[in-house]
């Protein structure tokens, strides 16, 4: 597989932004033929929570959803601290709206909830009344799991959610979603990553 054939990937990208809450999605979705491109505000530098300096591709105004197979939101102080992260949110509605999917992990869902983008669909995040605390409609739609991903309706994209705690289920769900993986193969990397299980690598190796 060619990034050519797999498509690309956008990253947004701010300053605090979790590095490592989309860590084990970007690596393996480079390694099967995607290319990551990060998305800011602007084009300026931003330095993730972790401290590394990012340089965005692009500049949020310059994202078409058309050009992108997913769009990835982290958490970051942003999202609990005003509206400077609220554009991607608002990114996010657009990618929905025209079938495009969308990922969100940690502080991220906040920012959807406040957008309006989960009171219909199943979610979930950190806990419940992190939600609740944004006043949205979709309490009744949060979900207790590690990750999950509502299919979307009406022509509208796929929504993947995730908590802070949950990288990998968070992957798993990338994955699934674009297909990366087969079933047998996606439960396998699920159980190499997460649960450590050395016997999934062979699968992984056989395929």
Known sequence: MTSSS???VHLAVYDTFADWETGYATAHLTQNGYTVRTVGLSREPVTTMGGLRVQPDLALDELRPQDSALLILTGAAGWDTGETLAPFARAARSFLDAGVP???????????????LLDDRA????????LAATG???GERYVEVDAVTDPGADGTGRLVTAGPTEPVAFAREVFALLGVYDAKKLDAWYRLFHDSDASAYEVLQGE
């Open 6 to 8: 797999a498509g690309t």
């Open 102 to 116: 969308v990922a969100a992990i940690c502080g991220a869902t906040t920012g959807l909830a406040r957008e309006g």
């Open 123 to 130: 979610h979930t995040s950190a806990v419940s009344f992190y």
């Open 136 to 138: 949205y409609a979709g």
